[in-house]
């Protein structure tokens, strides 16, 4: 999967860890900076105080600096209430919770950054609902939030779509980056929408530049960025609906709606004068070193669409918000799609049912459950009440709020769609494509790799 490979090239030291820890370890002391909600947190412990005593086991994905981080939110949950929080992971977390929750030893609460496997779990009865309340919640504090709810639903064993899962920690990948310097120089403004964006791509062109630095090159990932470019032209030529339906191939990858959106991706990556080296480079350059035009004097390209993880692979020393900066990828104007945000994050369920269970989703639903890690690092919410002022630096508060202005979210649609295809034959196609194969081929050979999985 694609959010499972980059969390991998970005994180250097993957250590899984178990444990508890006390109040003094509180990275915030309470009532102390206003910038954070303590009353969200002081209501919680009040309606919570109760559960002293009680354990919590949590199975997650994050390891490293992020368990750190997820660590420093569970203390709170555990000052809060009084329970026993033990957090743990593996490398093979996949793996890991199937193989637990089918020998009937499931942690309390499990954290997956991959709604396929979730809903395997659902329809095997192996999840537990979280109700109307936590639905009706998600409605009405989340941007866009019948996204959220829509995410969080399956079908259970018995056939029903429930919520199952609450959306927490949110990656945009809805970005183009660049060099503020550069377009300073050049004279040019941030487009605010898609026709502005291909405009700003044919004058910088006229101007003699070369607006995009793209790179497909991932070892044996090749091709997934592409798939990252067609979702989220997916989601600006069509209605949520339709993309919904194409993940789920309830319409075919044929469809001209879907051969249109490969061919708005081509509109960019398949003119020579559009991208540094030329069309023919886009396959064969790697994603990790396909930004580094933007850094060049005089810069090869000016533009780079790519997740919030990419200035991982920017020069060292590379200050965001000044060496370099990012805008919403933007929708267009004239096709009232409102704006919609391609991404990706992690979604905590109950695997085993219990007061501190419930209770730590509705801690999730507090302010400070956020706001922690907001402060600190690599952390996105859509959660309307937060105190942006809480987030760390101006980028993190800045992608924050594009979710918060989103109209619709939708998933990574490769990491929803079988293995065989989003990490597949979606991938591969869309390097033939990058080569000159006609998008309604391209189409059709996805089309088939997974007609021959029905």
């Known amino acids: 999967m694609k959010l499972t490979f980059c969390a991998s090239v970005a994180l250097a030291a993957l250590v899984a860890t178990a444990g508890s820890a006390i109040a003094a370890d509180l990275k915030f002391e309470p009532g102390k900076d206003a910038k954070f909600n303590w009353k969200s947190y002081e209501d919680f412990k009040s309606a919570h105080g109760d559960l002293k005593g009680q354990t919590l086991t949590i199975f997650g994905p994050w390891r490293g600096e992020d368990e750190k981080l997820a660590q420093s939110v569970l203390e709170y949950f555990r000052e809060a209430t009084g329970v026993d929080v033990k957090y743990s992971s593996s490398e093979n977390y996949e ?40 639905k009706d919640w998600l409605l009405a504090n989340y941007a866009a939030g019948q996204s959220w709810v829509d995410l969080g639903s399956y079908k259970g064993k018995d056939g029903e779509k429930a919520l199952y899962a609450f959306p927490y920690k949110i990656d945009v990948k809805s970005l183009v980056w660049y060099v503020p310097e550069n377009f300073e120089d050049a004279g040019y403004e941030v487009p605010q929408t898609m ?23 991932s070892g044996g990932a090749t091709g997934w960025p592409a798939t990252d470019w067609v979702e989220d032209l997916m989601l600006r030529t069509q209605k949520p609906e339709v993309y919904d339906q194409w993940i789920t191939n309830e319409i075919p990858f044929t469809d001209e709606r879907v051969v249109g959106a490969i061919e708005e991706f081509g509109w960019f990556a398949r003119n020579d004068k559009n991208v540094d080296g030329g069309a023919a480079a886009v396959a064969t350059t790697d994603f990790r070193d396909s930004p580094k035009g933007l850094f060049a004097s005089p810069p090869k390209c000016y533009l780079h ?98 979710l918060l202005n989103a109209t619709t979210f939708r998933f990574d649609g490769s990491d929803l769609m079988p293995g065989k295809i989003g990490a597949g034959a979606f991938w591969t196609g869309m390097v033939d494509y990058a080569g000159g194969k006609p998008a309604e081929e391209v189409a059709a050979d996805i089309q088939k790799a997974w007609d021959s999985i029905k």
């Open 95 to 134: 793996q890991q919770i199937v193989i637990d929750t089918q020998a009937g030893s499931p942690p309390d609460i499990a954290i997956l950054p991959q709604p396929g496997l979730i809903a395997d779990l659902a329809s095997k009865g192996f999840l537990t609902p979280l109700g109307d309340e936590t």
């Open 195 to 217: 026709e502005e964006l291909k405009a700003l791509t044919e004058k910088i062109v006229a101007d003699g530049g070369t607006p995009w630095c793209i790179g497909l090159g």
């Open 305 to 402: 669409h790519q997740a919030s993880f990419i200035p991982s692979f920017f020069p060292e020393g590379t200050k965001l918000g000044v060496d370099a900066d990012f805008f919403y990828f933007p929708a267009y104007a004239g096709k009232d799609l409102g704006k919609p945000v391609l991404g990706a994050g992690t979604l905590a369920m109950i695997t085993k049912d219990g007061p501190a269970a419930r209770a730590f989703i509705q801690f999730l639903e507090t302010p400070i459950a956020h706001e922690v890690w907001m402060a600190q690092s690599s952390f996105q919410t859509p959660l309307k009440s937060v105190n942006a002022d809480a987030y760390a630096n101006a980028p993190m508060k800045k992608q924050g709020n594009i």
